[in-house]
């Protein structure tokens, strides 16, 4: 299990933008780089669904609802992962959860909520 720390988040109007932040504080370096880190959200009545993904050293993975919008980043030395969100839409409101994947066991962020509406 790895501990998840999220900030970021808020309330946003359609178009705007937010950037979300993961931490993974007491991770070990060199176990931490072996981690798929992601992003999920779950809106009111419906099912957590994958966001946006990313492993070392390869192409971020997007889900087609997000793609040219969002953009996922990853910091090994600061054991952070960013998910930056353009052009927001109020669909897009949800609350969004950090997820650590190894070996297909998860782990989970508090979730933070993000709110799109005029």
């Known amino acids: 299990q790895l501990q998840l720390v999220e900030s970021g988040g808020g309330l946003v109007q359609p178009g705007g933008s937010l950037r979300l932040r993961c931490k993974a504080p007491?991770?070990?370096?060199?176990?931490?780089?072996?981690?798929?880190m992601g992003w999920y959200r779950q809106a009111p009545g419906k099912q957590r669904e994958l966001v946006a993904s990313?492993?070392?050293?390869?192409?971020?993975v997007y889900a087609d609802s997000v793609k040219g919008r969002f953009t996922i980043s990853r910091d090994n030395s600061q054991k952070t992962v960013t998910l930056r969100m353009d052009s927001l839409k109020p669909e897009d409101t949800a609350i969004y959860y950090c997820n650590a994947n190894q070996d297909g066991l998860d782990s989970w962020g508090q979730g933070t909520q993000v709110t799109v509406s005029s």
């Open positions: 007491r991770a070990i370096f060199s176990v931490y780089i072996g981690y798929v």
């Open positions: 990313i492993s070392s050293g390869r192409s971020p």
